[in-house]
């Protein structure tokens, strides 16, 4: 496979995980519904919204903050012929750090576990940003 080619692998893998956390969003409302701990509509307004499914909720709402910039730096290195190998294996730690992210998010919630987490995809995107800008004035 190209090095072009495997860069849109670790998108497609956040892209899984997004679908993942939608499934578990739905599964966990279900449930608060049918023990009686909310009601169907109070997730219309997103008021009220118990714990078990608020974390869920609130994870998705990081999967649209920095990914962003993972998605589109790995466009740009894509389109600018600069995904190498080391890129590729950066984005791939971003994705890791993500669904490790979420996976903390998700379940406990312990903020010592999950800021390292995110602080591991922050640098790693860090990093490929700033090869982006070595590549394009090198080119």
Not at 14 to 34: C, D, N, P
Not at 40 to 65: G, H, K, M, T, Y
Not at 102 to 107: A, C, D, M, P, W
Request: glycine content about 6%; overall charge positive; proline content about 4%.
């Amino acid at each position: 496979m190209s090095a072009t080619a495997a860069i849109f692998w670790p998108m497609v893998a956040h892209a899984a995980l997004v679908f993942g956390l939608y499934g578990l969003l739905g599964l966990r409302r279900a449930a608060m519904v049918k023990q009686g701990k909310a009601y169907i509509e109070q997730f219309r307004e997103n008021r009220d919204e118990p714990a078990e499914s608020l974390v869920v909720r609130n994870n998705l709402a990081n999967q649209f903050e920095l990914p962003v910039l993972f998605h589109v730096c790995c466009l740009a290195l894509y389109f600018v012929e600069a995904d190498n190998l080391p890129m590729i294996a950066l984005s791939w730690i971003f994705v890791v750090s993500r669904y490790a992210h979420s996976f903390v998010h998700v379940t406990g919630n312990r903020l010592s576990r999950r800021q390292p987490a995110f602080l591991v995809g922050f640098v790693t995107l860090g990093l490929m940003w700033a090869w982006f800008a070595v590549w394009l004035a090198m080119s």
